[in-house]
């Protein structure tokens, strides 16, 4: 049975306070340690944390800089370096736990938060999950608006704007969108900033897509109003490692772990992860 969950915060590398969890289980066979997407949570993330306790593996999460109970400014960087360090910091919190080599697991923002950082630090982890991954933008943005994008982002940085973000385009399961709508840590807003680093990390994530070889396993919603699926597979192909496997799933929306036929999603993420890492 799973051990009840452990709440607690730790200090990101410039002193930001970010809010970890960890849920663990009896005689793990090893630790996933999830980032989750942007204007989200870890809370979000409990269910799939449960199903994955079952299957014998410790979870741990955390909220990165402006979001959920971890501080910062809400949806802003001022560099993408930002979520990197944020998440290296959690990945020593994770080892600190006694995992040397954690499962990196990253859904939509976290999924390219996750990809960057294996790109040049794999060697610390036994294996990358990526769910939806926010390799690039659905919806294409017409060049004038990305040009008076980038001119407000070098001048007025922290300038707020409207994701446009409709609930209704994450999953077919009405419940999960009224939750997500309802919930008072759900973020509707991101910086200017925010929008060109995240650009400028989708295009430099793809360009050094050869340098990934630890066992790769992307899920990808074959009907995602946000994440480009067209760019999730130009990085699959160009993923330099020999142990990697696609898997997109017709028809489902952006949260393939939140969508109506998530069962079938875990049953394969639990199935690929017990074939890479073994009992302890």
Known sequence: MP?????????????????FRRIDTASPRGLVA????????????????????????????FDYR???????RRAHIDSFEEYLNDTRSFLDQCRGLGFARPVLLGHSLGGLIAARLAESEGEGLAALVLSSPFLGLA???PA?????????????????????????WLSH??????????DPLV?????????TETVAAQKQTLADAGRLSLPLLIQAAGDDRLSDLS??????????????????????????????????????????LRERVAQK
């Open 3 to 19: 051990e009840p969950k452990t709440e607690s915060f730790f200090d990101a590398r410039d002193g930001v306070r970010l809010f």
């Open 34 to 61: 999830i980032v989750h997407g942007f204007a989200e949570h870890s809370g979000r993330y409990l269910e799939l944390a449960r199903r994955l306790n079952e299957a014998g593996f410790s979870v741990a999460a």
């Open 66 to 72: 402006g979001h959920g109970q971890s501080g910062g």
């Open 139 to 141: 919806m294409k943005v």
């Open 144 to 168: 004038v608006k990305r040009a008076v994008g980038n001119f407000v982002s070098r001048w007025l940085p922290t300038l707020s704007m409207s994701t446009g973000l409709d609930p209704a």
């Open 173 to 182: 399961d009405r419940e999960v969108v009224e939750r997500y709508a309802a």
């Open 187 to 195: 973020s509707r807003v991101c910086s200017a900033r925010w929008f």
């Open 231 to 272: 760019e999730t597979r130009a990085f699959f192909e160009r993923c330099g490692g020999a142990d990697k496997t696609l898997r997109v799933y017709d028809g489902l929306f952006h949260e393939i772990y939140n969508e109506v036929e998530r069962q079938r999603v875990v049953d394969d993420l639990i199935a690929w």
